[in-house]
C-alpha cells in the first residue's frame, strides 16, 4: 500500500471512531443503598450479583453497580438516597431494612427501587399492597422481625434453664415496636421474664450487655436490625465473654461463633432482590412484580459453642437443624 493511501485510510478510520463510540449503548447502573457495612456484607452483594447474573447482567460487563454504605448510622441514609438520585442511576436497590427503602421511596418518585426488608412493608408503608405494589417501590420481604417468639421458643428449648431471657432491639428501627410484644407474649406463654434492652450504637450494645449481666439474664435474643448485623462481631464477642446463649435471625452470626440462629436465608434474599433489579433493567416496571415474600427459613445451630457453653442440643433440636456447625 502507498503511503498516501496508508494514511487517507487511517484518517477515515479516525472519524469514524467518535460514531462508532456514540454507536454503543450506554452501561445502565445500579444504585446500591446498603444500611449496613460493606465489610459485614460481602456475602450478601455476592448473592445480589448472582441474582443480576440470573437476569443476564454482569458488573463490569453490562451494568455498573454505585454504592452507598450507611455504615449502620440510619441518619445518613436520606443523604446517601438523594446523592443516588442526583446520579441518575437507572434503578436503586434499597437494602439492609426497611429504612433504607423509605429514605429511597423519599428520594424519588420516578427511579424504580426494589427493597430489602425483614419486616412487613405494608405496615411500614413501603407498599400500600404486597400483590399489588404501586408507584416506583417493589422488593422482598422475609418478615425477620416478627419471629420473636419462635427465636426464644427454640433458644429455651436448648437452655431450659433460663428463668429471665433479654431482648435485644434498636429503638431507632421502625420496625422495632413489633419486635417486643410478640416476644413478651411468647414469655408470658412460657412462664419466663423478658428483659427487653435498647441499642441504637456500638457504645449501647457494650451498655445493653453491662445491664444483662446485672439483671442476671440468662439467654439472648437479638433482634433483627441492621446495626446489629454491622456489629456481629462485637455481639459475638461479648455473648462469648459473659457466656450468654444467643440467637439471632441470621446464620452469619452462628457462622462466626454465635451459638444458633432462625430466620431466613439472607443471601437468598440478596439473589432475589439482584434478580429483581435485572428484570426491572430489562424493562419491568416495580407494579409488575409482587412483593416476594422469602419463605426459605433455617434454623442453625454451632454445636461447637454450645459445648463450651456447657449446653447439650437435644436430639429434638438436632433434627429439626438445617446446618449444624462443628
Known amino acids: 500500500m502507498r503511503r498516501r493511501e496508508f494514511i487517507s485510510l487511517l484518517g477515515g478510520a479516525a472519524a469514524a471512531w467518535p460514531l462508532a463510540a456514540r454507536a ?12 449496613q457495612s460493606p465489610r459485614t456484607f460481602t456475602h450478601a452483594v455476592a448473592a445480589f450479583r448472582q441474582g443480576l447474573r440470573e437476569a443476564g447482567y454482569v458488573e463490569g460487563r453490562n451494568v455498573s453497580i454505585e454504592y452507598r454504605w450507611a455504615e449502620g448510622q440510619r441518619d445518613r441514609l436520606p443523604t446517601l438516597a438523594a ?26 418518585k420516578t427511579i424504580p427501587i426494589v427493597f430489602t426488608s425483614g419486616g412487613d412493608p405494608v405496615k411500614a408503608g413501603l407498599v400500600a399492597s404486597l400483590s399489588r405494589p404501586e408507584g416506583n417501590i417493589t422488593g422482598i420481604s422475609w418478615f425477620n422481625v416478627e419471629l420473636g417468639a419462635k427465636k426464644l421458643a427454640l433458644l429455651l428449648d436448648l437452655v431450659p434453664s433460663a428463668e429471665t431471657v433479654a431482648l435485644l432491639i434498636n429503638p431507632n428501627n421502625p420496625e422495632a415496636e413489633l419486635q417486643p410484644a410478640d416476644a413478651l407474649g411468647a414469655a408470658r406463654t ?14 449501647e450494645i457494650d451498655t445493653a450487655f453491662a445491664t444483662l449481666v446485672q439483671q442476671r439474664a440468662h439467654a439472648l435474643v437479638i433482634g433483627g436490625d441492621s446495626l446489629f448485623v454491622s456489629r456481629r462481631d462485637q455481639l459475638i464477642a461479648l455473648s462469648a465473654h459473659h457466656a450468654i446463649p444467643t440467637i439471632s435471625g441470621y446464620r452469619e452470626f452462628p457462622a462466626a461463633g454465635d451459638l444458633m440462629s432462625y430466620g431466613n436465608s439472607l443471601p437468598d434474599a440478596y439473589r432475589r432482590a439482584g434478580n429483581y433489579t435485572g428484570r426491572i433493567l430489562k424493562g419491568a416496571t416495580p407494579t409488575d412484580l409482587p412483593v416476594d415474600q422469602a419463605t426459605k427459613f433455617e434454623l442453625v445451630i454451632n454445636v461447637k459453642t454450645a459445648k463450651a457453653l456447657g449446653l447439650e442440643v437435644p436430639l429434638s433440636l438436632l433434627i429439626r437443624a438445617d446446618e449444624l456447625i462443628e
Open 83 to 108: 446523592d443516588l438520585v442526583r446520579s441518575q442511576v437507572s434503578v436503586i436497590a434499597a437494602t439492609g431494612g426497611q429504612a433504607s427503602g423509605l429514605a429511597a421511596k423519599a428520594a424519588t
Open 190 to 203: 412460657l412462664n419466663r421474664k423478658l428483659l427487653v434492652l435498647n441499642a441504637t450504637s456500638e457504645s
Open 24 to 35: 454503543q449503548p450506554a452501561v445502565p447502573v445500579i444504585g446500591f443503598l446498603g444500611g
